[in-house]
């Protein structure tokens, strides 16, 4: 019994299930594909040889 109720009422939305997919997915998506752009632009020997 938690704060005098016997049974917790739990109301779900499918829009949570397409909110908690959609926005992680565009992160990840931001995030490896940017990194990935700047990547693909820079001479191999001098991205290797600059330290």
Do not use: C, Q
């Not at 992680?24 to 191999?44: M, Q």
């Amino acid at each position: 019994m938690y704060f005098g109720l016997t049974t917790l009422s739990l109301k779900t939305d499918i829009m949570n299930y397409a909110y908690a997919v959609i926005f992680p997915l565009l992160i990840n998506i931001f995030a490896g594909v940017y990194p990935a752009r700047r990547a693909a632009v820079l001479d191999p020997f001098e991205a290797i040889e600059s330290d």
